[in-house]
């Protein structure tokens, strides 16, 4: 059973770029939900897929975007980077949304924006 | 008022020491609480689920007081490899997870 792999693991991006992450989730998982942490705090949801359809925001502004796909990888896409975008972004997956299932975390992309 | 509020840290311990982190939350509508451990640039890791009548894994001791709207973790022994950041993470609902900022725990020789 393969975990959850994220890709790229490191990326420098210049303010105003755009940058797509990619997340494959774990097999049997269905649900993807996207964190970001910035250095010294936990993670922050910026939003979750299931069955392909945006299940739930957090206050992350509109761009922030995300697709997820019919075997159930997802992807990340920010838009206009600022320096603030810094941060480990990161990918974990769960059989249904339900807080009763476990999530698994990919071991993160870390975005340094110059 | 942040929705989940742990002991700043860090906490520098020497080995063989009890240690224990507290968490306080808001939502008084969280059903399920728990304890992750994240390692230096590495992803969180569930670490133990905290229930109302306490949980134990070894030397790790969760406690949850729901009219305090409180959660603990107690570290007995602690061992070198025990140094990482410990996440309180509650799920309000049937919604994601929800981090606290995390307390680091330095275990010293």
């Known amino acids: 059973e393969t975990g959850v792999t994220q890709s790229p693991t490191h990326l420098i991006k210049t303010r105003g770029q755009q940058v797509t992450l990619r997340c494959s989730s774990q097999?049997?998982?269905?649900?993807v939900s996207w964190y970001q942490q910035a250095l010294g705090q936990g993670p922050q949801f910026i939003f979750q897929?299931?069955?392909?359809?945006?299940?739930g925001r957090g206050n992350f502004p509109p761009r922030f975007s995300g697709l997820q796909f019919p075997n159930y990888s997802s992807e990340l896409n920010v838009n206009a980077l600022e320096l603030d975008d810094s941060a480990l972004y990161l990918c974990?997956?769960?059989?249904?949304?339900?807080?009763?299932?476990?999530?698994?975390f990919g071991s993160g992309t870390r975005l340094t924006v110059v | 008022r942040k929705e989940v509020e742990q002991d700043p840290g860090p906490f520098n311990v020497p080995e063989g020491a009890t240690v224990a982190f507290n968490c306080t939350y808001s939502?008084?509508?969280?059903?399920?609480f728990f304890w992750y451990r994240q390692d230096c640039r590495k992803e969180p890791k569930l670490l133990m689920s905290?229930?109302?009548s306490g949980n134990e894994d070894g030397r790790f001791t969760a406690q949850l007081n729901r009219a305090s709207q409180y959660i603990s973790l107690l570290i007995r022994d602690s061992k070198l490899s025990d140094s990482a950041t410990y996440l309180c993470?509650?799920?309000?609902?049937?919604?994601?997870?929800?981090f606290g900022k995390g307390t680091r725990l330095s275990v010293i020789a």
């Open positions: 974990a997956s769960s059989r249904a949304p339900s807080r009763d299932y476990g999530y698994t």
């Open positions: 993470v509650l799920a309000p609902g049937n919604t994601p997870l929800v």
């Open positions: 897929y299931y069955r392909e359809e945006e299940n």
């Open positions: 905290v229930y109302s």
């Open positions: 097999s049997g998982h269905n649900t």
């Open positions: 939502n008084s509508a969280s059903q399920s």
